[in-house]
C-alpha cells in the first residue's frame, strides 16, 4: 500500500504539471492534447507498476551479513533418531520462516489492509460496470433496424468520402437519445428514431461525420482500454482528470474533423444546439462515443464560429 499511494502521489504531480503545460500551450489542436493525454495516461500506470514492482522485489541480505551469520552459527548437536534436530542460534530468517503462518496480527497495518479491501471492491464494482456497459452497447446495436434508404445511401459516400476504412453500418434505435458510434467488433453509427425525419441533410450529414470521425480515430476500443484503466485504478485522483481530459479532446477532435470537412463551424453550431433542444441532456450510453454532451460541444461550437 506504501508503494501504490507513493505512485499516486507521482502521478497526480506529473498529471498537474501536463495540465499546466497544456494550459499555456494554446497552440496544440484537440488531437495532439488527446495524444499528449495518452502519453500521460501510460505514464501514470508505468509510475504505479514501478513502485508496486519495486515493493515485491525480495531484498535480499547483504553477502557479507549471510557469511558471518553462517559462520558465527555452531554446529547444531546430533540427535538420536526420529527426533528433529533444533539450531542453537536462529536468524532472523530462520525466524521469520517458522512464523510465517501464524494468525494475523491486527496492529496499525489495518489501515492499509482496509483501504486495500474498498479498493479491490470498488474496482470489482467498476469492472463489472464496464461489463455491463459492453452488454448494453452489443444489445442497443443488434436491436438497432435499418434506417431509412435515401440517410443509408447518403451515410455510405460519407464513409468514403471520409476516408474510413473500417466496416461500418448504420441503424436507428428506439433506446437513444443521442447519436452514437457503437464500435468494438461490428462498428455501427446509431441515430435515435426520435430524430430521423426531423434532422436537415445538412444536419445529417454533420452528425454522421462526427460519429465516424470516432469510428474513424479507433476511439470505442481507446474508449473502452481507457474506461478498464479507470476500474482497476478507481481511487487515484490523477486518473479521474486524465480521464475527464481525453473524453472531452476526444469530443473536440471529432468537432475539428467535422469542421475540417464540411468548413461551416455556424451552422454545425446551430445544429449542436438543436440537438440539445430535441434530446435535451444526455449522457452516452454504456461505452459508446458520440454526440453526449452536446451542451460542451454547442459552446466550443459556438466560439469556434465567432
Not at 519495486?54 to 541480505?61: E, F, K, V
Request: aromatic content about 6%; proline content about 4%; charged content about 20%.
Amino acid at each position: 500500500m506504501t508503494a501504490v499511494l507513493n505512485g499516486i502521489w507521482q502521478s497526480l504531480v506529473v498529471t498537474l504539471v501536463v495540465a499546466m503545460a497544456l494550459r499555456f500551450a494554446k497552440g496544440l489542436n484537440a488531437s495532439t492534447r488527446y495524444a499528449i493525454w495518452w502519453i500521460t495516461l501510460g505514464t501514470t500506470v508505468a509510475l504505479l507498476a514501478v513502485n508496486a514492482g519495486i515493493s515485491i522485489i525480495p531484498r535480499s541480505a547483504p553477502a557479507e551479513r549471510v557469511m558471518l551469520e553462517t559462520q558465527s552459527q555452531p554446529e547444531p548437536l546430533a540427535a538420536p533418531a526420529g527426533i528433529e534436530a533444533i539450531p542453537l542460534a536462529m536468524t532472523p530468517t530462520t525466524m521469520a520462516q517458522r512464523t510465517r503462518f501464524e494468525p494475523v496480527q491486527i496492529r496499525w497495518n489495518w489501515i492499509p489492509f482496509t483501504i486495500g479491501v474498498l479498493w479491490i471492491g470498488a474496482a470489482v464494482v467498476m469492472l463489472a460496470r464496464v461489463g455491463l456497459g459492453v452488454l448494453l452497447l452489443v444489445r442497443i446495436s443488434r436491436e438497432a433496424t435499418e434506417g431509412p434508404d435515401a440517410d443509408l445511401g447518403r451515410m455510405r459516400v460519407l464513409i468514403r468520402e471520409c476516408g474510413v476504412r473500417r466496416s461500418v453500418g448504420f441503424g436507428v434505435s428506439k433506446d437513444l437519445r443521442t447519436p452514437v458510434a457503437a464500435g468494438l467488433y461490428r462498428a455501427k453509427v446509431l441515430i435515435p428514431s426520435a430524430l430521423i425525419g426531423r434532422l436537415s441533410e445538412q444536419e445529417f450529414d454533420q452528425v454522421a461525420i462526427h460519429e465516424l470521425a470516432h469510428l474513424k480515430r479507433w476511439d470505442d476500443w481507446a474508449n473502452l482500454i481507457q474506461r478498464f484503466i479507470g476500474a482497476l485504478l478507481v481511487f487515484c485522483p490523477a486518473i479521474w482528470i486524465i480521464n475527464k481530459k481525453l473524453d472531452l479532446e476526444r469530443e473536440i477532435a471529432c468537432d475539428d474533423f467535422v469542421l475540417e470537412q464540411t468548413g461551416r463551424a455556424r451552422d454545425y453550431a446551430a445544429c449542436l444546439t438543436r440537438l440539445v433542444e430535441m434530446s435535451g441532456w444526455a449522457r452516452r450510453a454504456g461505452l459508446a462515443t458520440g454526440l453526449a454532451q452536446v451542451g460542451d460541444a454547442a459552446k466550443i461550437a459556438h466560439r469556434e464560429a465567432r
